[in-house]
């Protein structure tokens, strides 16, 4: 089967395309955003009162409080948009051999990472409308050490046929194995 236009130098000799799609761009509130959102509101609305005491007393020194303010705004609601706004510029691809996530972000532009489906590929589906499926994980560092993340394709329209052929592909690639 010949590459299709634009995979030149992408896909390896005898990889195929099973299935392309986006996943869903839509706002997705999360119990995980509480916490920020929370924190968030009580920063703004101190931010919010401090400015209005400031006015009280007269002059512009009020205006100090809204760097503030803006950023509990942008702490409390901007993980959740941000998310949104990344799974909007974001691409998946199967082949027969990997999950390719392609992204093309402000700052930090195009990108394409691979993830190749072995035997030890940790499948996890997670149902929903729209269904999510894991299909690697990748460590990522912190200030107090590193933490593990969950990579692969979330919120996709047709999760269960794309698991599906992940799952068959990870169990013929466990049968070649043994």
């Known amino acids: 089967m010949s590459i299709p236009s634009g995979w030149e ?7 195929d395309i099973r299935w392309q799609g986006r996943p869903d761009g839509g706002v997705a509130w999360k119990l995980s955003n509480i916490p920020a ?10 931010a919010l009162f401090w400015m209005v005491m400031a006015a009280s007393a007269g002059g512009g020194m009020w205006m100090f409080g809204m760097i503030h303010f803006a950023a509990g705004i942008g702490i409390g609601i901007g993980p959740v948009f941000w998310s949104a706004y990344r799974r909007r510029n974001t691409w998946y691809t199967l082949t027969n051999k990997r999950a390719l996530i392609a992204t093309n972000l402000p700052m930090r532009g195009r990108k394409l990472k691979s993830y190749p489906i072995t035997k030890e590929t940790p499948l996890e589906f997670s149902t ?5 499926i894991t299909c690697a994980t990748e460590r990522r560092r912190s200030k107090n050490g590193s933490y593990e993340v969950k990579i692969g394709f979330e919120r996709i329209a ?9 799952y068959a592909m990870s169990r013929e690639i466990q049968k070649e194995a043994a």
């Open 9 to 15: 130098g992408i896909l390896d000799e005898g990889e």
């Open 158 to 166: 047709d999760g269960k046929q794309v698991y599906a052929q992940v």
């Open 128 to 132: 929903g409308d729209p269904a999510s």
């Open 37 to 46: 959102v929370l924190f968030g509101l009580a920063f703004s609305g101190f």
